[in-house]
């Protein structure tokens, strides 16, 4: 059973730093691109960061470009997200995303973490 869980959000001050983790469980990582997306109540989710299978490439929302990094350990099967110099608009429910690489139909979500930036 396919199983992606999601740690590492809390409440942060404005400026702070904080890192998700995505933990995958049933399938082999490195044959999925894995990125993070983020919602907040009402609105549409959105797309944050990207990476692929190897992470070897990746690519980020212009609001985070800069301040967010994205990257994977396929040994430990798990997927990163470092926050840095965040900003309240940035609270959100972070939620990670798996897409198998040969299959774009075979797409997994996480449960999400809620992040706060509030001072």
């Known amino acids: 059973q396919v199983q992606l869980v999601e740690s590492g959000g809390g409440l942060v001050q404005p400026g702070g730093s904080l890192r998700l983790s995505c933990a995958a469980s049933?399938?082999?990582?490195?044959?999925?691109?894995m990125s993070w997306h983020r919602q907040v109540r009402g609105k549409e989710r959105e797309l944050v960061a990207a990476?692929?299978?190897?992470?070897?490439?990746?690519s980020y929302a212009d609001s985070v470009k800069g301040r967010f990094t994205i990257s994977r350990d396929n040994a430990k099967n798990t997927v990163y997200l470092q926050m840095n110099a965040l900003k309240p608009e940035d609270t959100a429910v972070y939620y990670c995303?798996?897409?198998?690489?040969?299959?774009?139909?075979?797409?997994?979500w996480g449960q999400g973490t809620q992040v706060t930036v509030s001072s």
């Open positions: 990476i692929t299978s190897y992470g070897g490439s990746t």
């Open positions: 995303n798996a897409v198998l690489r040969t299959d774009l139909r075979i797409v997994y």
């Open positions: 049933g399938f082999t990582g490195s044959r999925y691109a």
